[in-house]
């Protein structure tokens, strides 16, 4: 198969930013997806729903006015957030999901939750009203091995809400191990997980291949080669529950390649080349329009996108810049370290 047409894909965990960064990196998203789901971890983060709504004002005011896009709205869960306000924002349609960060688990997460006790009322609003828990899944204690925090997580946290609040929609974010897929294989429809494009390519050796490769940190890590083979099998099984958030994080080369670089990987220009090209590793081209258009939206309750994208295959390899720049800010896009040859042409 050399074309492939596909309803335009949604990315169901994305950063954009704010101020410069975001208009920088915006466009590579829009260019692909008809909508995606904005991560709230800003600083300060966005944490009430009248910070939701200015910051969706802000992506607005940074789109082409011609482009069809949509950004849908999260929420920072903290310790002190108001239920009312939650409720409120739901009501309103400006709240699409909540996200809870581990305090201290990844970049910008020190507002988040270390005393789960403490978001119950939240999360009970969220069940009554069939709003998805979208969650960072990794413990953050010092003494947990850092390649065991997302097992960690499932049994430690995950385990006791999904009992606790046994209807509450949950997304497990960017999963990266066997455990993750076997907990969502194992629960009920109303848990799924997020996957991204790196953890589809990168297993944890490319983070030290020849010395330390700042561009292939994020969070969670990467894991073993066993590990990557799961995701892509449950990435490519058509299983609905399994879908695309990219987890595109743009930050500047300068703040990577530093004595404490930041974890994110910038995936957006090249995350639906990449993903073809899995894909059809597998023979499962038929299965792409699944993750990447179909299962997320039909698990947040929204229709397909109306529009389509169609990739084709192409002799030669595609050439995709190193990094995007504007001014001062320079974000280096993802190198898969292999040929792309699917070219997103409409
Ligand atoms: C993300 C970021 O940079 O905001 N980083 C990352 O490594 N994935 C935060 C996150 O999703 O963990
Ligand atoms: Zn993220």
Redesign the pocket.
């Known amino acids: 198969m050399r074309k492939i047409k596909i309803h335009k894909p949604d990315d169901w965990?994305l950063?954009l930013r704010d101020g410069d960064l975001l208009k920088l990196v915006l466009p590579h998203t829009v260019k692909d997806f008809g909508r995606a789901l904005i991560?709230p971890?800003l600083v300060p983060p966005v944490i009430t729903t009248s910070d939701a709504e200015s910051y969706r004002r802000e992506i607005m005011d940074a789109l082409d006015k011609d482009i069809d896009f949509q950004p849908f709205m999260t929420l920072y869960l903290t310790e002190d957030t108001d239920p009312r306000d939650v409720e409120d924002g739901i009501a309103k349609g400006v709240v699409k999901a909540v996200k809870l960060?581990p305090a201290g688990?990844?970049?910008?997460?020190s507002s988040g939750v270390r005393d789960f006790s403490k978001i119950n009322e939240t999360l009970a609003i969220l069940s009554t009203n069939n709003v998805p828990l979208c969650v960072?899944g990794e413990v953050v204690d010092g003494h947990v091995d850092i390649f065991d925090r997302e097992t960690e997580f499932i049994q430690r946290v995950l385990i006791p809400i999904h009992k606790d609040f046994p209807e509450l929609k949950i997304v497990l974010?960017?999963i990266t191990t066997q455990d993750a897929i076997d907990f969502v294989l194992n629960t009920p429809d109303n848990i799924a997980a997020t996957i991204t494009v790196h953890h589809l390519v990168i297993n944890r050796n490319h983070l030290f291949k020849s010395g330390i490769r700042p561009h292939y940190?994020?969070?969670?890590i990467a894991k073993r080669e066993v590990h990557r083979q799961s995701l892509v099998k449950a990435a490519t099984s058509g299983n609905a529950n399994f879908f695309l958030g990219t987890?595109s994080?743009?930050?500047t080369i300068g703040t990577k390649e530093s004595a404490c670089g930041?974890?994110?990987?910038f995936t957006a220009p090249v995350a639906m080349a990449i993903l073809a090209h899995v894909f059809e590793n597998e023979d499962a081209l038929d299965k792409l329009e699944g993750f990447t258009s179909l299962s997320g939206a039909e698990f947040y309750g929204v229709a397909p996108n109306q529009s389509f994208l169609t990739l084709r295959k192409e002799k030669a390899p595609i050439k995709f810049p190193a990094s995007i720049a504007e001014n001062e800010l320079e974000v280096s896009i993802f190198d898969p370290e292999f040929d792309l040859n699917w070219k997103v042409i409409d």
């Not at 688990?105 to 997460?109: M, Q």
């Not at 940190?217 to 969670?220: A, Q, S, T, Y």
């Open positions: 965990h950063h991560m971890n960060y688990a990844t970049t910008n997460s960072h974010e960017h940190f994020c969070l969670p987890d994080a743009p930050h930041c974890a994110g990987i």
